[in-house]
């Protein structure tokens, strides 16, 4: 209770160092994501350096890649494809996954029993598996990689949504609301979705750096984004040469992998608590 | 009366720290003292801080607390001054602790009997086998059943009376001095109480031994304590013997919680209605023949635990029914059958002669508006996620399809109906007090402005001075409004404080319907009698002047005694 910083208290919410270290590695992730390629010192498809595997200079300041690229500017790149498509399935994935999970425990009976055994059945495919079946079928271009990524981790969010709202239906309240009469989009929207928003939020973070894991292990199998373009996973493939050389070009993506996904785990396990003692 | 006591609390001081880094004293400044083979009892609303008083006594504070300042002397010496492992070895063997809820405390997956020696191990005072005939021993002094073979059935197989001796058992083994009490038979039914009472009284005076006893019923403490302090605001109001604290009160809260337990004289709300019905109109809600239960239904359209056979019952318009029974006897299942929440596999429910259909769900808007539903625990009925103003404002959207300005004032009146202050209405249920919480419940279904209200035990939850105020407030809403209330409680003196007719419920069924005048002597059925009897009283001879057949009542009826 000690080490624990007072963080925004205007807003009535409790944050500790952790979490506030957290949130600002994830901050300045996803601002590079966005501004990233206008602040890389070199054009990162330019070969800048004769040298591949080069050391960390003055010039290229991660180093070259092993075309003797500014790996630098090829990472601040790549955080725009890991991040967007990371952020565009994961999305996806709880939406789809929150909508029918609510509907499943405000319906129940067989409607419940089929899309929970649907879904169980789509969970119970290797997640790489059928990641390698479908890129291998469709070929590989953002949407595919978004909506399989999406498709994969979709059961997952249904499954803990669902259970989340189970508890909430057997509430007092949404009995009230039933005896009131109300339709059942009602009582999902306005009854369960409140209440059940947080869990689902933590669980929206999870499943983010779950994702952002795959995408990086199948651009790793050169079955992600396609050159010339690169993620962070196809940056650590393209790379992987240098690691007898100890070049940073190898090192430096997956610490940017790392570190994204840390930090959404620690901002996740250290959520601002709101607090409650107002007086 | 210069007794030398066994244990002494000495301006005692509790403070806590809040989320916001807010000091909070919870305590303040308390002395008490408990001499040998004495009995106190620690009295007052929730939040009075006597079940954080009683905890001090071993030394210990709940998570977040912290003791401040003052001194606990047990034979003289100070509990918290002690390392926590002197302490440790007091716990059981000097001082000993019954919880409120025995459910809670017992591990359900071990077997009652290891649970209950356990404590006996843990200081290593005898080899097991001597504790096991002792806690034999025990078992048999509380009128346990089956003392000997009791301790082999896990806890889900015993009921919730037998749970909470079992409970006295476990402190007892380590022969304590002193034994806490805590709440120990709030969450029982009536009939159960009695024995569990008498059980705990019986012990405590053979082996002559102090006792602490919280609780916040005056009738149930009544029984058992040789003084009573009674706590308010982390403060001693007053302190004496038993008799002088009932019939010598000094202090104005003393009086106030007296006062809100002596039954409420009943004046029947429309006596000039029951005579001008004489173009007789069909009951504002009945219901013929309801056959109800949970679990699948079988091929004769029968549930698979039934719950309720055959109940038939009306409500007059501007007249009250209520409902009586022990828990499991199904008198919210009947109430979750009037109000469509659970569809009957027999019987009908009219409304004004008219039959509704089973489920909420089919029945048109008009019929859902004038009967409306008030559940027993606020906390759960209030969706914690949205604040009292959209609480409220929701079925006036959705009966009488109000919005804006003339919607908000109608938000006002009725926090003015039920005596909340407006400005309540920003904020959210876990931001109210547990009367507060009950008052906007019953704000929402008065939105509706229905003909009926069922109240589903919405007093039960609540501390007496607040659920005096409660029916005060209900009485008052129906005088002005004309409502008529089908309330359901396990509470006698509430129900006669403001039924008209009584219907008592047992297994289901229908055991007798009573006339309010008739309550409680004119009881005919020996059930009824039974639970009207089992009713404790503020008098400190009740208990002892019970005949004994009353207390061994539920050997014969087991499910009586399963606790909600």
């Not at chain 1, 000690?2 to 009535?12: A, H, P």
């Not at chain 1, 966005?34 to 010192?41: E, K, N, S, T, V």
């Not at chain 2, 009306?314 to 929440?341: D, F, H, Y």
Request: hydrophobic residues 45%; proline residues 6%; glycine residues 8%.
């Amino acid at each position: 209770m000690t080490n624990q910083i007072r963080g925004t208290s205007r807003f009535g919410l409790r944050m500790n160092a952790v979490g506030i270290a957290a949130l600002l590695i994830m901050l300045f992730w996803a601002i590079m994501a966005l501004i990233g390629p206008m602040l890389a010192p070199h054009p990162p498809g330019d070969i800048i350096d004769f040298d591949y595997f080069g050391p960390i200079s003055a010039e290229l300041w991660l180093g070259s890649d092993y075309l003797g690229r500014d790996i630098f500017s090829r990472i601040l790149l790549g955080a725009r494809y890991t991040v967007g498509i990371s952020l565009g399935a994961v999305c996806i994935a709880c939406f789809s996954g929150v909508v029918l999970g609510m509907t499943a425990a405000a319906i129940g009976g067989w409607f419940d029993s089929a899309l929970s055994r649907f879904l169980d059945a789509l969970n119970s495919i290797p997640s790489k598996l059928f990641g390698l079946v479908v890129v291998a079928a469709v070929g590989s271009s953002i949407p595919v990689l978004v909506i399989l990524l999406a498709v994969i981790y979709t059961p997952g969010a249904y499954r803990f949504a669902r259970a989340l709202s189970v508890n909430a239906n057997a509430m007092d309240y949404i009995a009230v609301a039933r005896a009131r009469g109300e339709r059942t989009l009602y009582i999902i929207v306005q009854e369960i979705l409140p209440n059940i928003t947080g869990p689902v939020l933590a669980d929206l973070g999870l499943r983010f750096v779950f994702i952002v894991l795959l995408l990086s292990g199948l651009s790793f199998l050169g079955l992600g984004v396609q050159p010339p373009e690169a993620d962070w996973g196809s940056l650590v493939r393209e790379n992987l040469g240098g690691l007898p050389f100890a070049a940073p070009a190898v090192i430096a993506p997956c610490f940017a992998i790392a570190s994204l996904t840390i930090s959404v785990n620690l901002l996740i396990d250290n959520l601002p608590v709101r607090i409650r003692d107002r007086s | 009366m210069m007794r030398q006591p066994l244990i002494e609390i000495r301006d005692l001081e509790v403070e806590a720290r809040t989320d916001a880094g807010r000091t909070i004293r919870i305590i303040k400044g308390i002395s008490l003292s408990v001499a040998p083979g004495e009995i106190l009892a620690l009295i007052g609303e929730s939040g009075s801080g006597k079940t954080t008083t009683a905890l001090t006594l071993m030394g210990y504070t709940r998570p977040g607390c912290a003791i401040t300042g003052g001194a606990v002397l047990l034979d003289g010496r100070d509990i918290l001054t002690m390392s926590e492992q002197e302490r440790r070895r007091l716990r059981g063997t000097e001082i000993a602790y019954v919880p409120q809820s025995a459910a809670a405390a017992f591990n359900p997956a071990r077997r009652l009997i290891d649970q209950v020696v356990e404590v006996a191990d843990i200081h290593k005072l005898m080899p097991r086998d001597e504790a096991r005939s002792r806690a034999m021993a025990l078992f048999r002094t509380l009128a346990l059943p089956d003392p000997d073979r009791i301790g082999e059935r896990y806890p889900h197989q015993v009921s919730g009376g037998q749970l909470q001796r079992l409970a006295a058992a476990m402190a007892l083994i380590g022969g304590p001095r002193l034994m806490i009490f805590d709440e120990p038979t709030t969450a029982l039914d009536v009939t159960t109480q009695i024995e569990v009472l008498r059980a705990f009284k019986d012990v405590l005076r053979q082996d002559a031994m102090a006792g602490v006893y919280v609780s916040h019923d005056l009738a149930v403490v009544a029984q058992i304590a040789d003084r009573i302090a009674v706590l308010k605001d982390g403060a001693v109001q007053e302190e004496g013997l038993t008799e002088d604290i009932l019939y010598r009160p000094s202090h104005a809260y003393t009086r106030e919680l007296l006062a809100a337990f002596e039954p409420v004289a009943y004046a029947a709300t429309t006596p000039a209605a029951a005579a001008k019905t004489t173009p007789r109109r069909p009951p504002v809600l009945e219901v013929k023949g309801i056959l109800a239960g949970y679990g699948p239904r079988d091929r004769a359209g029968l549930p698979g635990k039934t719950v309720l056979l055959d109940v038939s019952c009306q409500v007059e318009r501007g007249r009250n029914l209520g409902i009586i029974g022990e828990s499991g006897s199904g008198k919210s299942t009947l109430a979750r059958v009037m109000a469509g929440l659970l569809s009957p596999a027999r019987g009908q429910v009219l409304l004004d002669g008219r039959e509704l259909e089973p489920l909420a769900a089919n029945r048109r808007k008009e019929e859902l508006r004038r009967m409306q539903i008030v559940f027993q625990l606020a906390d759960t009925a209030l969706n914690p996620a949205r604040s009292v103003d959209d609480i409220l404002s929701r079925p006036l959207t959705f009966y009488h399809g109000m919005s804006g300005a003339a919607r908000e004032t109608r938000v006002r009146d009725l926090l003015d109906m039920v005596k909340l202050p407006v400005a309540l209405r920003h904020r959210m249920p876990g931001e109210l007090s547990g009367g507060q919480k009950q008052r906007v419940n019953l704000a929402r279904a008065l939105a509706a402005e229905p003909d009926v209200i069922l109240c589903d035990e919405i007093t039960s939850a609540l501390d007496t001075v607040v659920a005096a105020a409660i029916l005060e407030l209900l009485k008052e809403l129906q005088r002005e409004l004309r409502l008529s209330y089908v309330f359901i409680s396990h509470d006698l003196s509430t129900v006669q404080a403001i039924c008209d007719d009584v219907m008592v419920m047992r297994h289901g069924e229908r055991v007798e319907l009573l006339a309010n005048a008739a309550l409680p002597h004119g009881a005919r059925h020996p059930y009824s009698r039974l639970l009207f009897a089992s009713v404790p009283r503020l008098d400190p001879g009740w208990l002892d002047s019970l005949p004994i057949e009353i207390t061994q009542a539920d050997r014969d009826n087991p499910i009586s005694e399963t606790s909600s």
